[in-house]
């Protein structure tokens, strides 16, 4: 019985912050799940309803993969990142950024304000991945009938731990920036154009290398990953077009085992650096 009173002691704030922060962000949830709706529709419905003369895919498994985005570009990729941005931006930056941190911090343990944060706003992302995934099914059930593949679920993992890679970079960046518009404006620049631009560089410049260090490119295993076959030698992992003697390489998707490390090493560092800046900054 102590045992149990002494944590639901200890796990009370949390869960006054996260229910706070619920409510709080409600208004963002429902704009970004209107959001979501507009590129579930764009993704998964538009090209196949309003573009003539563009055919279905042959199969549910790469109709999925083309909605979800397994290629070069994924509006709905784009979009997980746009949202996280905004949404997590806040949860190191804006304590200082408001002095919110002198009333709380004595009353609260700093790492229990940040951890309810952090799986309230995880939770609206859940949230509104759910959304567009649900809409994909429905799509897809709608074009194509049964069975839906159960890759889709594997897809949706692998979202999701696409959404806590991202959030831990956003973190760092929320606990070394003064204010929340300059890590959301910081973030945005990193995470979407920042990866896009080295890969773009180094698609002409050495287009052998594989762009291992890129979250975006490891969040394209959310589409490539349906498919039962999936691609296991290097060759069946890119396409490259020659011009003579230049050859332009596009890498469509890592492993699976190098997409989830290159996740998982992503939030790990940041997550670390993130508590060991906060933890020496002071109000």
């Given at each position: ?49 309003l573009v003539s003369g563009n055919p279905l895919p042959e199969n549910l498994i790469e109709y999925l993969n083309n909605s979800i985005g397994g290629g070069p570009v994924s509006i709905f990729s784009y979009m997980l990142i746009f ?163 230049f050859a332009m390489r596009t890498w469509q998707t890592p492993t699976i085992l190098a997409g989830i490390l290159i996740m998982l090493i992503y939030a790990g560092v940041s997550f670390t650096l993130a508590a060991i800046i906060f ?5």
């Amino acid at each position: 019985m102590k045992t149990l009173s002494y944590l639901s002691r200890e796990l009370r704030p949390i869960s006054y912050t996260y229910f706070f922060i619920l409510k709080k962000q409600w208004k963002k949830f429902v704009f970004f799940a209107i959001v979501m709706v507009a590129v579930g529709l764009i993704s998964c419905v538009l090209p196949n309803s309003l573009v003539s003369g563009n055919p279905l895919p042959e199969n549910l498994i790469e109709y999925l993969n083309n909605s979800i985005g397994g290629g070069p570009v994924s509006i709905f990729s784009y979009m997980l990142i746009f949202a996280i941005c905004l949404l997590f931006s806040g949860i190191i930056c804006s304590e200082y950024d408001n002095e919110t941190g002198y009333i709380m911090f004595p009353k609260i343990n700093r790492y229990k304000l940040i951890i309810g944060k952090y799986f309230a706003n995880y939770t609206l992302m859940i949230g509104l991945s759910a959304i567009f995934y649900f809409i994909a099914i429905l799509a897809g059930f709608y074009y194509y009938g049964g069975p839906i593949p159960i890759t889709i679920f594997y897809s949706f993992g692998i979202a999701l731990l696409f959404i806590f890679s991202v959030s831990c970079v956003v973190v760092l960046f929320s606990s070394v920036m003064k204010t929340v518009n300059i890590t959301i404006i910081s973030s945005i620049l990193v995470l979407l154009v920042g990866f896009s631009i080295v890969t773009q560089l180094l698609t002409l410049l050495s287009p052998e290398i594989e762009p291992l260090y890129s979250l975006d490119y490891a969040g394209r295993l959310m589409g490539s990953i349906i498919y039962e076959d999936f691609p296991t030698t290097v060759e069946e992992r890119f396409t490259e077009i020659s011009f003579g003697r230049f050859a332009m390489r596009t890498w469509q998707t890592p492993t699976i085992l190098a997409g989830i490390l290159i996740m998982l090493i992503y939030a790990g560092v940041s997550f670390t650096l993130a508590a060991i800046i906060f933890k020496r900054k002071q109000l």
